[in-house]
């Protein structure tokens, strides 16, 4: 609403500000009522329908601290009549939005000539303790219309006993300060004075004339000064002790130094082939083939050979793997990606009894990466932590963005880098767009990312960043950058998927004899020849085995799930 709202519109050309003026009553509970004329010039019958007040709330003291005044709005009228009014979050404070909100084609213009708009609100956290005085401070220029300077005047009712304090600022040159009753001040600005450049104007009381400060208000009063800096400091805390102890994970070395064979148990030979590789497109064959060999070991099926040729008859019996059948336990006994490359076996036109491997592992590659893939995440766990950060970053961003006024440009800039991405993905990955799509498809792609992109580029580039704002988009900015740094370090190994590649480099080690591993036996032999198969040094643990066999003085050895050629 705001991008078309403030595209049609120029308040300069169309409004005024020919003067304003504040009655500010102080209370002896150190709060006060501030009620601000404006005299507004309308100068065009189309116009906006509507004038912003900005009314400041953090404000810097002549003593150095910043502060955050307490503030509600009471009342707001146009014309001594009330007006509909909307109210918007900045650094400095609120942006109250009095008249109509509408674009130029609207009806709800405001009347050529002059018409005053009245702003009425509360203000708290006007005193403050120095020793045994205590020093009530007023920001000198209140509201303000449109960032336009004119002359405005200023009347004080303040509690008796009050003195005026000589700033630390040169004031003469700022305003003038004149008494015009015993408990009454009048302060006049002139035009072209900026709200946020006039010192503030500060009266001393003796102590108790106000109401005594309690330890808790202090407290909260702290709390809220410093809100917007710890939150803008705490996302990227957040995300750069995540990325740090997620670097000293990847860091240490792996404690694996012998096979872990718990760990063969637990993993289908078509991981391990994918995880020796480093997820290589290579890996897809030697994958099938593993699996293809644990199903013969596992008497699943007979095979001529391990290699591409091979032929596979006297499949597992379809019966047999249905609810209440004997077998239907060993079965699910395989790895999903086994039982998922026995399917696609089955599912090819036998020749006799006979089918062909290879046409089978031509038809089964996309599915068997998924299911080695899906395998491999389970073992990842689930990552609590990653999803706590990127939430606590996430929050803590919208709330910055929504109390620094800077909502609408942060959710442009998350447009145009999630825009920006999915450009990259498409000109990295054409394949995912080159399938059939449909007008709406093609309609979203190429017309309606585009015009949002165009879109949020407008706003950014027309929307004015005050210099208050400046220090809170660059946190804000930190946030982004700290989101996608959890998402990046994220999608890195754990240290239980690391130690799983570092047991199959192990195990290569072992098939080629150059460590010590578990005794061999038939049974050693054929567990482990799926994941031989895998890793490819099938042919040199055969030869181990066979050289284990002479040494056994075992003259044959005729697996029954080898079939002849």
Same mark, same amino acid.
């Given at each position: 609403?705001?991008?078309?709202?403030?595209?049609?519109?120029?308040?300069?050309?169309?409004?005024?500000?020919?003067?304003?003026?504040?009655?500010?009553?102080?209370?002896?509970?150190?709060?006060?009522?501030?009620?601000?004329?404006?005299?507004?010039?309308?100068?065009?019958?189309?116009?906006?329908? =509507?004038?912003?007040?900005?009314?400041?709330?953090?404000?810097?003291?002549?003593?150095?601290?910043?502060?955050?005044?307490?503030?509600?709005?009471?009342?707001?009228?146009?014309?001594?009549?009330?007006?509909?009014?909307?109210?918007?979050?900045?650094?400095?404070?609120?942006?109250?939005?009095?008249?109509?909100?509408?674009?130029?084609?609207?009806?709800?213009?405001?009347?050529?000539?002059?018409?005053?708009?009245?702003?009425?609100?509360?203000?708290?956290?006007?005193?403050?303790?120095?020793?045994?005085?205590?020093?009530?401070?007023?920001?000198?220029?209140?509201?303000?219309?449109?960032?336009?300077?004119?002359?405005?005047?200023?009347?004080?009712?303040?509690?008796?006993?009050?003195?005026?304090?000589?700033?630390?600022?040169?004031?003469?040159?700022?305003?003038?300060?004149?008494?015009?009753?015993?408990?009454?001040?009048?302060?006049?600005?002139?035009?072209?004075?900026?709200?946020?450049?006039?010192?503030?104007?500060?009266?001393?009381?003796?102590?108790?004339?106000?109401?005594?400060?309690?330890?808790?208000?202090?407290?909260?009063?702290?709390?809220?000064?410093? +809100?917007?800096?710890?939150?803008?400091?705490?996302?990227?805390?957040?995300?750069?002790?995540?990325?740090?102890?997620?670097?000293?994970?990847?860091?240490?070395?792996?404690?694996?130094?012998?096979?872990?064979?718990?760990?063969?148990?637990?993993?289908?030979?078509?991981?391990?082939?994918?995880?020796?590789?480093?997820?290589?497109?290579?890996?897809?064959?030697?994958?099938?083939?593993?699996?293809?060999?644990?199903?013969?070991?596992?008497?699943?099926?007979?095979?001529?050979?391990?290699?591409?040729?091979?032929?596979?008859?006297?499949? +597992?019996?379809?019966?047999?793997?249905?609810?209440?059948?004997?077998?239907?336990?060993?079965?699910?006994?395989?790895?999903?990606?086994?039982?998922?490359?026995?399917?696609?076996?089955?599912?090819?036109?036998?020749? =006799?009894?006979?089918?062909?491997?290879?046409? %089978?592992?031509?038809?089964?590659?996309?599915?068997?990466?998924? %299911?080695?893939?899906?395998?491999?995440?389970?073992?990842? =766990?689930?990552?609590?932590?990653?999803?706590?950060?990127?939430?606590?970053?996430?929050?803590?961003?919208?709330?910055?963005?929504?109390?620094?006024?800077?909502?609408?440009?942060?959710?442009?800039?998350? =447009?145009?880098?999630?825009?920006?991405?999915?450009?990259?993905?498409?000109?990295?990955?054409?394949?995912?767009?080159?399938?059939?799509?449909?007008?709406?498809?093609?309609?979203?792609?190429?017309?309606?990312?585009?015009?949002? %992109?165009?879109?949020?580029?407008?706003?950014?580039?027309?929307?004015?960043?005050?210099?208050?704002?400046?220090?809170?988009?660059?946190?804000?900015?930190?946030?982004?950058?700290?989101?996608?740094?959890?998402?990046?370090?994220?999608?890195?190994?754990?240290?239980?998927?690391?130690?799983?590649?570092?047991?199959?480099?192990?195990?290569?080690?072992?098939?080629?004899?150059?460590?010590?591993?578990?005794?061999?036996?038939?049974?050693?032999?054929?567990?482990?020849?799926?994941?031989?198969?895998?890793?490819?040094?099938?042919?040199?643990?055969?030869?181990? +085995?066979?050289?284990?066999?002479?040494?056994?003085?075992?003259?044959?050895?005729?697996?029954?799930?080898?079939?002849?050629?």
């Amino acid at each position: 609403m705001m991008v078309v709202l403030t595209s049609c519109s120029n308040f300069d050309r169309e409004f005024t500000v020919r003067s304003a003026n504040s009655t500010v009553e102080i209370y002896t509970d150190g709060t006060a009522f501030v009620s601000e004329f404006f005299d507004i010039a309308v100068k065009q019958s189309v116009n906006y329908g =509507g004038v912003y007040v900005d009314i400041p709330q953090r404000f810097t003291d002549a003593s150095g601290g910043v502060h955050w005044r307490d503030f509600e709005l009471a009342a707001a009228r146009r014309d001594g009549r009330d007006e509909y009014y909307s109210r918007e979050n900045n650094v400095p404070g609120y942006a109250i939005y009095i008249g109509e909100e509408h674009c130029k084609d609207c009806s709800a213009n405001l009347p050529t000539g002059l018409t005053k708009i009245q702003i009425a609100y509360w203000l708290g956290r006007l005193v403050r303790q120095e020793g045994d005085r205590e020093v009530l401070f007023l920001p000198a220029y209140m509201g303000r219309v449109h960032g336009q300077a004119a002359k405005k005047t200023l009347t004080l009712k303040l509690p008796p006993g009050g003195t005026i304090r000589p700033s630390q600022q040169d004031r003469e040159a700022a305003y003038d300060i004149m008494r015009s009753a015993p408990n009454e001040i009048l302060v006049s600005i002139p035009a072209g004075k900026g709200d946020r450049a006039l010192p503030d104007i500060e009266i001393e009381y003796p102590a108790g004339t106000f109401v005594t400060i309690t330890s808790g208000k202090r407290v909260e009063w702290w709390l809220s000064d410093h +809100f917007l800096p710890f939150i803008s400091i705490l996302g990227p805390l957040i995300a750069g002790l995540f990325v740090l102890f997620r670097w000293q994970g990847w860091r240490s070395p792996a404690s694996l130094i012998a096979v872990d064979i718990k760990m063969t148990k637990n993993i289908s030979p078509a991981l391990a082939a994918y995880l020796f590789r480093n997820w290589k497109k290579d890996a897809a064959k030697a994958a099938f083939m593993a699996s293809v060999c644990q199903l013969a070991v596992k008497r699943m099926l007979r095979i001529s050979s391990l290699d591409e040729d091979a032929e596979a008859s006297s499949l +597992f019996p379809k019966q047999e793997r249905k609810k209440g059948k004997p077998g239907r336990s060993r079965w699910y006994a395989l790895p999903a990606a086994t039982r998922l490359v026995f399917g696609h076996i089955e599912g090819q036109r036998p020749a =006799g009894d006979r089918r062909r491997v290879v046409l %089978a592992r031509r038809a089964s590659r996309d599915e068997l990466h998924k %299911a080695v893939a899906g395998e491999y995440l389970k073992f990842r =766990g689930k990552d609590r932590w990653s999803s706590v950060a990127i939430f606590s970053i996430l929050v803590m961003g919208i709330v910055l963005a929504w109390f620094s006024g800077l909502l609408l440009l942060s959710t442009a800039i998350c =447009g145009i880098l999630l825009l920006s991405l999915i450009a990259v993905m498409a000109f990295l990955h054409p394949e995912r767009l080159s399938g059939q799509t449909d007008a709406r498809q093609a309609f979203t792609f190429f017309v309606t990312f585009p015009g949002l %992109a165009i879109v949020a580029l407008v706003y950014i580039g027309t929307t004015e960043v005050i210099s208050e704002q400046w220090p809170y988009l660059m946190a804000i900015l930190l946030h982004i950058a700290g989101i996608i740094a959890v998402l990046a370090t994220s999608r890195r190994p754990t240290p239980k998927q690391r130690q799983m590649r570092s047991n199959m480099l192990i195990l290569e080690r072992y098939f080629r004899g150059e460590i010590d591993g578990p005794v061999m036996s038939v049974e050693c032999y054929e567990h482990y020849l799926p994941f031989a198969v895998a890793l490819d040094v099938e042919q040199r643990w055969t030869e181990r +085995f066979n050289l284990w066999r002479e040494s056994e003085k075992m003259e044959t050895y005729a697996p029954d799930w080898r079939s002849s050629s």
